[in-house]
């Protein structure tokens, strides 16, 4: 049995990143794909006990403290969902990966790169995205597009400038894995089309 492929929806606020992840599940069921929607953090109990304080809690957490609670939540999921999934043959389509964290809690808020690289490796048993499809949006809009507000899309526009800056940063040395999708206002079908075409070459669709 062949191992599952690993896809990855990334991007900064209110790129539409979810809806796109969706998109693509719906896609791959209906060609008969066996396939597995998760998030980041989240997928099992305790991981989705973490994300409400990461993303909720009403007391300020430093940006170490982020850190160690995403990667929690990480090797959680990884170990009970991702890696017996992937193992099995079935494809799992991640909403946020590892790259948030360096994008976010990096780029965003200051940790040192090599560090939270180091991390994301032990939590994810050195598994990489077998293709990443990183949604860049103009912050700006991407935060005025957020209905529901949260720690995050609260940390200001220069915060996400850099959040941005660094997605773009992470797709440069991996083009044969990273794919950089232009946020389409309004039209979420153009971008779905773009995703598929890439995933139709990489699953042999």
Do not use: M, N
């Given at each position: 049995m062949s191992r599952g492929s690993y896809i990855v929806i990334e991007g900064g606020e209110g790129c539409g990143k979810t809806t796109q992840a969706e998109l693509l599940h719906n896609y791959l069921k209906e060609k008969n794909i066996a396939c597995y929607l998760g998030r980041e953090p989240g997928g099992i109990k305790a991981a989705e006990e973490m994300r409400k304080i990461l993303k909720h809690n009403k007391e300020d957490i430093s940006p170490i403290g982020e850190l160690f609670g995403f990667e929690f939540a990480r090797t959680e999921f990884f170990d009970k969902i991702i890696i017996p999934k992937l193992d099995t043959g079935i494809n799992v389509i991640s909403d946020r990966s590892g790259y948030s964290t360096i994008a976010y809690q990096g780029y965003g808020g200051g940790i040192d790169l090599d560090c939270i690289k180091l991390m994301n490796n032990i939590s994810m048993k050195g598994i990489k995205p077998d293709i990443t499809f990183?949604?860049?949006?103009?912050?700006?809009?991407?935060?005025?597009?957020?209905?529901?507000?949260?720690?995050?899309?609260?940390?200001?526009?220069?915060?996400?400038?850099?959040?941005?800056?660094?997605?773009?940063d992470i797709a440069k040395p991996n083009s044969k894995r990273c794919v950089i999708i232009q946020y389409q206002e309004g039209n979420p079908d153009k971008m779905q089309k773009e995703i598929r075409q890439h995933i139709k070459t990489r699953l042999k669709i």
């Open positions: 990183i949604i860049d949006i103009d912050p700006g809009l991407g935060l005025e597009k957020e209905v529901v507000k949260d720690r995050f899309s609260e940390k200001g526009l220069e915060y996400h400038k850099r959040v941005r800056q660094g997605f773009l």
